[in-house]
């Protein structure tokens, strides 16, 4: 039984098979669910019809994308700001604007987290940062909203929110609520003096494919921003997914800020700044994480993304524990939580 014999009453799948049906150029029975994802956005694969297949080659991506809910013309827009950039995205097919649905060509089935090993990582690692570089070095002002002070603290508000508040049942005192915010100021006040560039907002192993020329390929883009230098950096290599060495993600990290450097982007001159710069907007993104997922579980029904808190919250711990102005952190997560302190480096 095919997808759309199997749900009869999935209005918008309905809609998108018969958008589908117009274009002529799938066989629209072969829809099938592609990916799961965090947002109200779905993702189906469908074979191309064998005299398309030259042009298209064997299989497309449909994307479903709810207007009110979903940045269409954003995705069209970075899209071609990426294509331009020479980094490898989805090629778009057709639209339907109106309607939110969008037919692209395929990036296969591999993502960078199912076939990351420590023998492959470097030099994947390499190629994901190359074409970061690509679409950071074509960056001006006045192209994409800016990923500003408001945004960033409105993100880390999901924090006492959701992690706090709904998934640990905690309410804060009236001290330890100023003392999160002076927290969060001290990471505001370090991101918002970064350098700005585009930003992709969620480029990890989950939105990196592995493709067969240019690798990696890249999805998930439609959100992106203008903002902090480092923070596709630190979405890369302290992923929530997948987690590693630190002796590797500075390793990374320099090599990334070397060749950053020799190109004339405008990361931190001082290595330890820089690297300084990289942890604030980790823990910036890391926070906000905590409370992104907890609310995926809580308000969305999406419990998978709690096995991924105890990685998120080890970043947490260690960056915060490494730094006087965040060090508060760790001492309101202990209380919090009911555990004991760990000891991080000093740089």
């Not at 629209?28 to 592609?34: G, K, L, Q």
């Not at 009110?68 to 097919?93: C, Y």
């Not at 970061?132 to 924090?159: G, W």
Request: hydrophobic share 45%.
């Amino acid at each position: 039984m095919s997808l759309l014999q199997n749900l009869t009453s999935d209005t918008r799948l309905e809609l998108l098979a018969s958008w589908l049906r117009g274009l002529n150029v799938v066989d629209v029975d072969s829809i099938r669910p592609a990916s799961a994802d965090a947002s109200f956005r779905r993702y189906f694969r469908v074979n191309v019809l064998s005299e398309q297949q030259a042009a298209l080659g064997l299989t497309l991506i449909v994307m479903d994308a709810p207007p009110e809910r979903e940045n269409v013309l954003g995705f069209v827009k970075v899209d071609e700001m990426l294509t331009h950039a020479g980094v490898t995205v989805p090629r778009i097919v057709a639209t339907d604007y109106e309607a939110g649905f969008m037919l692209l060509s395929d990036l296969g089935n591999t993502t960078y987290l199912a076939a990351l090993t420590h023998d492959n990582a470097s030099t994947m690692y390499a190629e994901a940062l190359e074409a970061l570089v690509k679409f950071q070095i074509t960056s001006r002002p006045d192209v994409l909203p800016e990923y500003d002070r408001a945004f960033l603290q409105r993100e880390m508000s999901l924090f006492p929110e959701w992690y706090i508040g709904q998934h640990l049942k905690a309410t804060l005192t009236d001290q330890q609520s100023a003392e999160l915010q002076a927290v969060f100021d001290a990471i505001l006040a370090n991101v918002t003096a970064q350098a700005q560039v585009f930003v992709h907002r969620d480029f990890h192993s989950r939105n990196l494919m592995v493709v067969d020329a240019n690798n990696p390929g890249v999805l998930d883009f439609q959100d992106a921003l203008y903002g902090p230098m480092t923070y596709d950096l630190a979405s890369l290599l302290r992923d929530a997914y997948v987690q590693w060495d630190e002796e590797l993600v500075l390793d990374w990290a320099i090599r990334y800020w070397q060749h950053a450097r020799s190109l004339g982007l405008p990361v931190n001159q001082d290595i330890d700044a820089f690297y300084k710069d990289f942890e604030y907007m980790g823990l910036q993104r890391h926070l906000k994480i905590l409370g992104l997922f907890c609310r995926l579980n809580y308000r969305d029904g999406k419990a998978q993304y709690l096995d991924d808190l105890p990685t998120v919250m080890d970043y947490v711990r260690k960056t915060a524990g490494r730094y006087k102005d965040l060090r508060p952190l760790v001492k309101l997560l202990d209380l919090l939580e009911d555990s004991q302190p760990q000891v991080g480096y000093t740089f």
